[in-house]
């Protein structure tokens, strides 16, 4: 198979909708990173890059919680995603965000 069709079925597919599979891997990936972030990163205050630890920093600097600088500029993020680099993916990045958000927001605050 030539790698011009097995990019153009990838697009095909992702377009169309998020498969069982492809929903599933995407909600479990974001919860283990945002178990990683909460219970380990920011408690320890590890600053390795990304929207969470640009966060830590801003809420150090302005005493607001890090979920608002997370959640805000996750978005943004997205918006500026969806904008540029156009809609093939954006549904899973949709999900993504929000599961990244939901989880983080939950994790960091049940304690």
């Known amino acids: 198979m ?5 990019k153009q ?25 945002t178990s990683a972030y909460a219970f380990i990163t920011v408690p320890n205050e590890i600053v390795n890059g990304g929207v969470t630890s640009f966060s ?24 500026l995603y969806g904008l540029f680099l156009g809609k093939q993916f954006f549904s899973g990045s949709i999900l993504s965000c929000i599961a990244y958000m939901i989880f983080y927001f939950t994790e960091k605050n049940r304690y």
């Open 9 to 33: 079925e990838a697009i095909m597919s992702s377009d169309k909708y998020l498969d069982y599979k492809r929903i599933v891997k995407i909600i479990v990936g974001n919860l283990l990173i």
């Open 56 to 79: 830590m920093i801003l809420s150090n600097m302005a005493d607001v919680n890090i979920t608002i600088y997370t959640n805000t500029i996750t978005v943004i993020l997205l918006l």
């Open 2 to 6: 030539n790698i011009q069709k097995y």
